[in-house]
């Protein structure tokens, strides 16, 4: 009898055969769609219209991974969204079968091999890296050891011109009060590593352009990780007259999208030299702001672009000196609502409405360049879906566009991690495979014969 | 395969974790031979996964030393140690072929072309995958995929393997095969390993030695047949052992331990040692019981025959029935001829050198 285990119960859940592994599973409860590597079972799950990932795992992994999933959301941490877990799932053929950790699938994400295809550009590639050295730094900063940084690990949302990073494996994490250096260094090592790795997997299988160096790449994510380690967190000195620099220091963060919730200021008794130092920053400075002011949930460079476009409206229309939250909600209502409006139906799940709006600009702006001319944003926004949108993959949930990778079909196409059918020939025979599919005994049985057997250098009875 | 092997020592090695207050490994000695398979193991909470975690680097040493061969790393950054995490990353790329996928770190680590296929292929053989080198990943099973894990860690060819729980990503049919085949991987390397699980039985049929830990502390270090044979203290006697040893308390009488209607008989010179204790616990393996003409009576309520043996569950006869709900039950394993002596109330015995004696006052073993 499964038991379920949620914050969130979603009771279509309950009548699926939780009693068969999920590797099992009949394909019309499955959507394949697009994702990284895993060392476990994974598969998405559809009830109604929701997408769930299911992962089978060990019962204290599946516990840990859901409570820290769940610490991440509370800090507030962009990672996938726990839902629960199944435990007790009855046995298979007598093997008691290990637990499934489900998690929401996140919508208009995009695993790091759907985004890599024959002639990706180099720009591309390092704003994928930049999306990770900020997650890897914002879960740094909350002192989350994650243990296993990798881009399989990673889902990317598209985020204005850039990307946001999501984490979406959290079971060789750990979450400390706060991270030693050396916790961090060996986080940043386990990165490198995996990295380096995935890069070359991609550059065996013809994904990676042939400029683009696998151990180079690596070296670039770290450096930018240092580079905005040392923004975030390092201290700095100067002279007393040079006092500008404490502001300047907070607009670089807010520009990197950081806001100083406390920020530690020292000075020499004679007010001669002065240091400062960050203690506490938080990420999601635009997204905040916008949020503050429009309700909109958005990524941050989404957000930074919805806010400039927000401050012309302002300049615009000549309200400088009236309230920001009053002109904001005009924007919203006069602007970008109209131009969601003329988005139809059964395109919305292109791209997400913030992402939307951003590409309408650029859109516009383009036009603009070429005509020579004011675009009204409606205008720009109709010539965007009919010259742009309705020709874009579907990314909500799209497993028809994305796979197969690179013109290869999966052997599984539920399951990325088994790779790509090209080799026709039998596997070699494996001597050490022998015997393996049938074990005498259970896991848990403990048999003392055959220790004392082992102890006394005789060769252990048959047991039973 | 690897030149200077190296022995472990923890010296009064302690973590404290911040706003703790007590230590999660307290004052841990232990020496791990050149060449050893070292087993922690112990509930969840006991500080195994702490002990192996600080002899990695990846948590502060508070008090104490940590020394691999002659060389304190109490205060080396991980990459500094010359260990090796196994099954730290076992995700398998699908392009690339077996032999990169276990080379690929080598490769970064700028190591010529030459010495890292010698490398591939000395642990491609000791792993039983040569024939799979040039192949990809896609066919592989769940336990060569591990293999080639493995393979990744013995590349490096490092002083000290440590592996946490490296089994609990397989399925309960893999997990048995697996510890087979890294204990055996083990014994051929010949390098110090030190190996954390929760589970008794993978620690027992694994280690050459188990170390039993709880709330930090180190109970026990010793083979698994000492560890199951003279269990050091209560907690290791309940701990070590499927199903468990029997943990009966009795009274201390002239001559031995009351249980029910029954003394159990124990040396003089072991009562000596209890210190005029009015009760006693009394330790007898399942498969030390006999049934017999005199015994401890035990009210059976259920026979399990699994091959030769039968299984007797059941509680202590004598007691009333609001005691029996909460009744520890009692288990043993005797052969299949007597089975039919098994129904009711049958008394069973053991050999004396079979009865294990323990304070209840200081938990420890006095027999």
């Given amino acids: 009898m499964p038991r379920f285990i949620s914050a969130k119960p979603d009771s279509r859940l309950i009548p699926l055969p939780w009693g068969t592994p999920l590797a099992e599973w009949p394909v019309e409860l499955l959507v394949a769609l697009p994702r990284g590597l895993s060392r476990h079972v994974v598969r998405f799950i559809q009830v109604g219209d929701t997408v769930y990932a299911a992962k089978e795992v060990i019962e204290h992994l599946a516990q840990h991974e859901y409570r820290l999933l769940q610490d991440l959301r509370r800090l507030d941490t962009p990672a996938v969204e726990p839902m629960g877990i199944i435990t007790e799932r009855g046995e298979s053929g007598g093997v008691p079968l290990d637990p499934i950790l489900i998690t929401k699938h996140l919508q208009f994400s995009l695993p790091y091999r759907s985004l890599f295809s024959p002639g990706v550009r180099q720009e591309t590639v390092l704003r994928l890296l930049d999306a990770m050295v900020v997650l890897l730094a914002r879960l740094h900063l909350i002192g989350f050891r994650w243990g296993d940084v990798s881009l399989s690990n990673i889902l990317f949302r598209r985020d204005a011109g850039a990307f946001a990073a999501y984490l979406v494996d959290a079971e060789t994490g750990e979450l400390h009060p706060s991270l030693t250096d050396g916790q961090r260094r060996d986080d940043l090592g386990i990165a490198r590593t995996n990295l380096y790795g995935d890069f070359l997997d991609l550059q065996a299988g013809g994904l990676l352009q042939s400029n683009l160096d696998p151990l180079h790449l690596v070296e670039t994510a770290i450096d930018r990780y240092d580079e905005l380690w040392q923004e975030l967190t390092g201290a700095e000195e100067f002279s007393g007259n040079e006092l500008g620099r404490i502001e300047n220091r907070v607009r670089r963060l807010n520009t990197l999208g950081f806001d100083i919730a406390e920020l530690d200021i020292q000075t020499t008794p004679d007010g001669e030299r002065i240091r400062i130092q960050p203690k506490v920053v938080d990420a999601g400075y635009h997204s905040r702001r916008l949020m503050r002011l429009t309700g909109l949930d958005t990524e941050e460079n989404q957000a930074r672009r919805l806010l400039n476009d927000l401050d012309t409206y302002r300049w615009w229309t000549n309200q400088q000196h009236v309230d920001e939250a009053v002109v904001a909600h005009e924007w919203l209502t006069e602007v970008f609502e109209p131009v969601m409006e003329v988005v139809p139906q059964d395109l919305r799940a292109k791209r997400e409405p913030a992402q939307l709006f951003h590409e309408v600009l650029d859109y516009r702006w383009y036009k603009a360049q070429r005509e020579s001319r004011e675009v009204p944003i409606i205008e720009a926004a109709k010539g965007y879906v009919h010259d742009v949108l309705r020709s874009l993959p579907d990314e909500e949930m799209s497993p028809d566009v994305i796979l197969p990778v690179g013109g290869r079909r999966l052997v599984n196409p539920y399951d990325p991690s088994q790779g790509y059918v090209d080799e026709g020939e039998e596997p070699p025979h494996d001597p050490w495979e022998d015997g393996v599919e049938e074990p005498a005994q259970p896991s848990s049985f403990f048999d003392i014969d055959a220790l004392r057997a082992k102890a006394a250098g005789r060769p252990a009875e048959p047991a039973g | 395969m690897h030149q200077d092997m190296a022995n472990v020592t923890y010296q009064d090695a302690t973590r404290i974790y911040p706003n703790s207050d007590h230590p999660a490994v307290d004052r841990l000695n ?338």
């Fill in chain 2, 30 to 367: 232990l020496e791990i031979n050149d060449g050893e398979f070292m087993v922690l193991v112990g509930p969840s909470g006991c500080g195994k996964s702490t002990s192996l975690r600080m002899l990695a680097g990846l948590e502060e040493v508070n008090s104490g030393r940590i020394l691999i061969g002659d060389r304190d790393v109490t205060d080396l950054p991980p990459k500094d140690r010359d260990i090796a995490m196994v099954f730290q990353n076992y995700a398998l790329y699908p392009h690339m072929t077996v032999a990169d996928n276990m080379g690929f770190a080598l490769k970064m680590q700028n190591m010529p072309k030459a010495e890292r296929n010698t490398r591939v292929l000395e642990a491609a053989k000791l792993l039983g995958l040569e024939d799979f080198l040039s192949r990809k990943p896609k066919a592989l099973s769940g336990g060569q995929r591990q293999r080639v894990a493995m393979g990744r860690a013995i590349v490096r060819q490092p002083q000290v393997f440590l592996m946490d729980e490296p089994l609990s990503n397989l399925d309960a049919k893999l997990r048995v095969a697996t510890r087979t085949q890294i204990a055996a991987l083990q014994q051929r390397l010949g390098v110090t390993t030190v190996y954390v699980t929760h589970d008794q039985v993978e620690a027992m049929t694994m280690g050459h030695r188990v170390a039993v830990m709880k709330d930090g502390l180190l109970q026990q270090v010793d083979s698994p047949l000492e560890l199951y044979d003279r269990p050091a203290n209560l907690f290791v006697a309940g701990f070590i052992g499927s199903p468990a040893m029997n943990l009966i308390q009795g009274k201390q009488v002239e001559g031995g331990v009351q249980v029910g209607d029954y003394v159990v008989p124990i040396a003089r010179e072991i009562l000596a040692k209890a210190n005029g204790e009015e009760t006693l616990t009394i330790g007898i393996r399942p498969e030390a019981f006999e049934v017999a003409e005199q015994g401890i009576g035990v009210e059976v309520s259920l026979v399990e025959e699994l091959g030769s043996d039968t299984y007797l569950y059941g509680t202590l006869s004598g007691l009333g029935d609001d005691e029996k709900f909460n009744a520890q039950q009692i288990v043993a394993r005797i052969s299949a001829r007597h089975t039919g002596r098994a129904s009711g109330t049958v008394r069973l015995n053991s050999k004396p050198e079979l009865i294990h004696v323990f304070s209840n006052a200081t938990q420890e073993r006095i027999s």
